[in-house]
């Protein structure tokens, strides 16, 4: 299985995100930290997923996880 090892910025930007859903809930702050982390796997297999940015540069793409973009 390919392995992924996200940027310092990404790992707080998950981290804030966790933070920020745990202070009223959370069950869905660890719910959400899942469905980061299968769409990182997933996405680690298969990168070509998602919507190219290319306003963003040649090969950003987008993915969307409930209310947040990967």
Excluded: H, K, W
């Amino acid at each position: 299985m390919p392995r992924f090892r996200l940027a310092t910025a990404a790992q707080r930007d998950v981290r804030a995100i966790g933070c920020y859903i745990a202070e009223r809930n959370r069950s869905a702050a660890l719910r959400q930290y899942d469905a980061l982390r299968r769409t990182f796997r997933m996405l680690s297999r298969q990168p070509l997923l998602g919507a190219a940015v290319p306003e963003l540069g040649e090969s950003v793409r987008c993915f969307p996880v409930g209310n947040y973009v990967v």
